[in-house]
Antibody, heavy 121, light 113 residues
């Protein structure tokens, strides 16, 4: 059974940093592209970042480019999102999501339960 | 970026009746190389993560009831629920995965009339 479990969310002041982690199980982690998608309170879904199976290629939404870094450790079956220079508008539930296929251009077939990040003074 | 626009924003349908949600993309998400539409539909219930219902515009994900169907091509797509059940109350999102940034529609809230 595929499982994705996020951790590392919490309250952080504007300008601060936070690192989210996603523990994956139930599939061959290194074979799949992984993504982070966020959802601000009461709002819709926003794609944040995607990383290739090997970790060599990364992609970011313009809204987080230069502030967030996606990475993965395939030996530990873990996905990460390092978030720096956080702003109030980054407040959201952050979901870790597995891409359905082994390459790019697939939808997300499994999602974690989400980690809440609140940026406030 | 490809902009995804759903209509309506909210919808109330009687139990057992048909519900239809539309999604329009600002540019085609149909690949000429494989004739696939890079369009998916998700269902999100309160307090839960999204659930993939439909991909390639019309392929049902495993375990999804056959009352859910997707159609359309190019820039215009539809999610239909043939006979609404109480458990279908949710927000529905379309998403294009044709090009990065992958973008979602704003969501359609489906309620029981």
């Amino acid at each position: 059974e595929v499982q994705l479990l996020e951790s590392g969310g919490g309250l952080v002041q504007p300008g601060g940093s936070l690192r989210l982690s996603c523990a994956a199980s139930g599939f061959t982690f290194s074979n799949y592209v992984m993504s982070w998608v966020r959802q601000a309170p009461g709002k819709g879904l926003e794609w944040v970042s995607t990383i290739s199976g090997s970790g060599s290629r990364t992609y970011y939404a313009d809204s987080v480019k230069g502030r967030f870094t996606i990475s993965r450790d395939n030996s530990k079956n873990r996905l990460y999102l390092q978030m720096n220079s956080l702003r109030a508008e980054d407040t959201a539930v952050y979901y870790c999501a597995k891409d359905r296929g082994g390459g790019y251009n697939y939808p997300n077939d499994y999602w974690g339960q989400g980690a809440l990040v609140t940026v406030s003074s | 970026d490809i902009v995804m626009t759903q209509s309506p924003d909210s919808l109330a349908v009687s139990l057992g009746e048909r519900a239809t949600i539309n999604c329009k993309s600002s540019q085609s998400v149909l690949s000429s190389s494989n004739n696939n539409n890079y369009l998916g539909w998700y269902q999100q219930k309160p307090g839960q993560p999204p659930k993939l219902l439909i991909y390639w515009a019309s392929t049902r994900e495993s375990g999804v009831p056959d009352r859910f169907s997707g159609s359309g091509s190019g820039t215009d797509f539809t999610l239909s629920i043939s006979s609404l059940q109480a458990e279908d109350v949710a927000v529905y999102y379309c998403q294009q995965y044709y090009s990065i940034p992958y973008t979602f529609g704003q969501g359609t809230k489906l309620e029981i009339k």
